[in-house]
Nanobody, 117 residues
Framework: QVQLAESGGGLVQAGGSLNLSCTAS????????MAWYRQAPGKQRELVAS???????NYADSVKGRFRIFRDYSKDTVYLQMSALKAEDAGVYYC???????????WGQGTRVTVSS
């Protein structure tokens, strides 16, 4: 069982920055894809950014150029640096760890990001 511990959510003004982190228990994260999803009220959960075990990164079009995902493999941690935040970035951000071949799919408890205008 993998546990994901998220931190870093909070309240920020529009245009501001916020950093999220997520640490996975065990060492399985090193061979898995780690990602951040978010869910706004009344909307479906959507992928924000992902970082594969080999370093490949993927971003939602809405956050390209503003968000950056990176991993510290030695700490089994994935970070999401968010800048130029907009009201539409608000929501609960969830960390995800996935390895399709091993049928692994774990979620963190979520951390709330609130953007004030």
């Amino acid at each position: 069982q993998v546990q994901l511990a998220e931190s870093g959510g909070g309240l920020v003004q529009a245009g501001g920055s916020l950093n999220l982190s997520c640490t996975a228990s065990g060492m399985i994260a090193r061979i898995a894809t780690m990602a951040w999803y978010r869910q706004a009220p009344g909307k479906q959960r959507e992928l924000v950014a992902s970082a594969g075990s080999g370093g490949a990164k993927n971003y939602a079009d809405s956050v390209k150029g503003r968000f950056r995902i990176f991993r510290d493999y030695s700490k089994d941690t994935v970070y999401l640096q968010m800048s130029a935040l907009k009201a539409e970035d608000a929501g609960v951000y969830y960390c995800n760890l996935r390895h399709v071949g091993m049928s692994l799919d774990y979620w963190g408890q979520g951390t709330r990001v609130t953007v004030s205008s």
